[in-house]
């Protein structure tokens, strides 16, 4: 269930008890009532779980992948690494560890 609600939902509203929400198509037939079961048991609430064909929010994956890449634009517009690049034509940031 993690890794479809990471990658194949996009929350179109919040207002608990309610819950609306965008599936992929790879999402499973059965996830909506896989998560009212979930929050049912979590809460001791009876939860809606709505679908609805609204583009909603980007995915946790999607949002987790923006703010990646936002940390390595800055990582490459600091003045050191900017000054390293300069000083060595070709250098390129390849990997870095978000931790």
């Known amino acids: 269930m993690h890794g479809h609600l990471s990658y194949d939902v996009h929350l ?3 207002t608990p008890p ?5 599936l992929s198509k790879k999402a499973p037939k059965n996830l909506p009532q896989q998560l009212f079961d979930l ?11 709505a679908i ?3 583009i909603g929010h980007p995915t946790l994956h999607e ?3 923006q ?3 936002e940390r390595r ?4 517009e600091a003045p050191l690494v900017t000054a390293l690049i300069e000083a060595f034509p ?4 390849v990997e870095f560890k978000d931790s």
Not at 18 to 22: A, E, G, P, V
Not at 39 to 49: A, C, E, F, N
Not at 73 to 76: M, P, S, V
Not at 90 to 93: D, M, V
């Open 52 to 54: 609805s064909e609204e």
């Open 63 to 65: 949002k987790a992948q």
């Open 67 to 69: 703010v990646l890449e």
């Open 39 to 49: 929050l049912k048991m979590k809460t001791d609430q009876v939860w809606t779980i």
């Open 18 to 22: 309610t819950l609306t929400l965008r």
């Open 12 to 14: 179109v509203a919040f």
């Open 90 to 93: 070709g250098t390129a940031l």
């Open 73 to 76: 634009k800055d990582i490459l």
